[in-house]
């Protein structure tokens, strides 16, 4: 295949405009922006992950207050219609003293009751903490995040924009290669992702190696409209004055 030099000579601006569209790609992947974002995000949804389960557990426990309020409450309103009885003086002396001792085995069943109540109320007090401390983290974080991804969309902006005008700056330079030069470039560009390199003082500037012996001989030898390519990495090598041949 032959191509006139300076159309090849053209290779060399759609190989920059690539290889700067394979940059940006680049950046775009591994923007520490994105990379910050997704952080934040993942704690975020740890917090809230922890927020829920610290609410359900201080909602069981004023499950629990109640119920242990109302428990308390029983053996208090049993141990009043006791004492009310026994103030009366109400049924026969045995009555009476085994009212006596209802009374002392409720004040007993009482007291474990509001030890049990006391536990809860405390627990329920700390789970409360925790709520409000996970509160507060999780719209610090919340607030980070929205933060983040503003200056994701920011940086990503500014990407969108460069690829948006190499692209355009792109098209207007495939209109001097020829259709067939410019079918064998992107052939190689899809494989190697750029499609062409320099030769210069003998050394691709696309893999970066130095030819020596029959390959240098070759290039050489060619004609200038000859299109060669490099052995090791086979994009389109383009000559100039400072390929060193």
């Given at each position: 295949?032959?191509?006139?030099?300076s159309r090849q000579a053209r290779l060399l601006d759609l190989a920059g405009l690539d290889t700067r569209t394979n940059q940006l790609a680049?950046?775009?992947?591994?923007?520490?922006?994105?990379?910050?974002?997704?952080?934040?995000?993942?704690?975020?949804?740890?917090?809230?992950?922890?927020?829920?389960?610290?609410?359900?557990?201080?909602?069981?426990?004023?499950?629990?207050?109640?119920?242990?309020?109302?428990?308390?409450?029983?053996?208090?309103?049993?141990?009043?219609?006791?004492?009310?009885?026994?103030?009366?003086?109400?049924?026969?002396?045995?009555?009476?003293?085994?009212?006596?001792?209802?009374?002392?085995?409720?004040?007993?069943?009482?007291?474990?009751l509001e030890d049990v109540e006391l536990e809860v109320m405390e627990r329920a007090e700390s789970l409360g903490t925790r709520v409000e401390?996970?509160?507060?983290?999780?719209?610090?974080?919340?607030?980070?995040?929205?933060?983040?991804?503003?200056?994701?969309?920011?940086?990503?902006?500014?990407?969108?924009?460069?690829?948006?005008?190499?692209?355009?700056?792109?098209?207007?330079?495939?209109?001097?290669?020829?259709?067939?030069?410019?079918?064998?470039?992107?052939?190689?560009?899809?494989?190697?992702?750029?499609?062409?390199?320099?030769?210069?003082?003998?050394?691709?500037?696309?893999?970066?190696?130095?030819?020596?012996?029959?390959?240098?001989?070759?290039?050489?030898?060619?004609?200038?409209?000859?299109?060669?390519?490099?052995?090791?990495?086979?994009?389109?090598?383009?000559?100039?004055?400072?390929?060193?041949?």
């Amino acid at each position: 295949m032959k191509a006139d030099p300076s159309r090849q000579a053209r290779l060399l601006d759609l190989a920059g405009l690539d290889t700067r569209t394979n940059q940006l790609a680049h950046r775009r992947a591994n923007l520490p922006q994105s990379k910050k974002h997704a952080e934040l995000a993942g704690e975020l949804e740890e917090v809230s992950t922890d927020l829920v389960r610290a609410r359900t557990a201080h909602d069981d426990v004023q499950c629990e207050i109640t119920k242990a309020e109302a428990d308390v409450q029983l053996v208090r309103d049993r141990a009043a219609r006791n004492q009310s009885r026994l103030d009366a003086g109400q049924g026969s002396a045995k009555d009476l003293q085994a009212l006596q001792h209802e009374l002392a085995s409720l004040a007993r069943r009482q007291s474990e009751l509001e030890d049990v109540e006391l536990e809860v109320m405390e627990r329920a007090e700390s789970l409360g903490t925790r709520v409000e401390a996970l509160v507060a983290r999780h719209e610090a974080v919340a607030a980070r995040v929205t933060e983040a991804a503003a200056a994701r969309d920011e940086a990503l902006g500014t990407i969108e924009a460069e690829e948006a005008d190499t692209a355009t700056r792109r098209i207007e330079a495939t209109g001097d290669v020829g259709e067939e030069l410019l079918s064998l470039y992107e052939k190689i560009r899809a494989q190697t992702g750029v499609g062409a390199a320099e030769l210069n003082r003998r050394t691709c500037q696309g893999c970066r190696l130095e030819l020596m012996g029959a390959d240098l001989r070759r290039i050489a030898a060619a004609a200038q409209d000859d299109i060669v390519r490099c052995e090791e990495c086979r994009r389109i090598l383009v000559r100039t004055e400072h390929s060193g041949l």
